[in-house]
């Protein structure tokens, strides 16, 4: 929780979603923008309720938080067609491909 609010209290934005009991069923969040630029990150939603479009939901209240604070570009990176399918389905677009290098 610190790590949250140290990340909302430095611009950035943070969604959580919370069953009737109060229990935490998923969330994700944006690092605060760099020159109207941040980064959508960390989507989750725990086993029990997946496939309901929560995700979807995470990943959109993100991304409006954002831009209605300002920022003009938001960038995310898929751990795969699953999560690919959830952004698409928020209207992410693939802009490019990242290359990873490594030296030794």
């Known amino acids: 929780m610190a790590r949250l609010r140290r990340q909302q209290d430095a611009g950035g934005v943070v ?3 919370v069953t009737e009991d ?3 069923a998923g969330g994700g969040g944006a690092a ?3 020159g109207a630029v941040s980064e959508v990150a960390g ?3 725990r086993a029990p309720h997946r496939r309901r479009g929560l995700a979807s939901a995470i990943t959109a209240d993100v991304t409006r938080r954002l831009f209605h604070a300002g920022t003009e570009v938001a960038w995310l990176e898929a751990g795969g067609e ?3 399918r959830v952004y698409q ?3 992410y677009r693939p802009g490019g ?3 990873y290098i490594a030296m030794d």
């Open 15 to 17: 969604v959580t979603a």
């Open 82 to 84: 699953d999560s690919w």
């Open 43 to 45: 989507i989750a939603v």
């Open 97 to 99: 491909q990242r290359l």
């Open 32 to 34: 605060a923008p760099v």
């Open 89 to 91: 389905r928020v209207g």
């Open 22 to 24: 109060g229990g935490c």
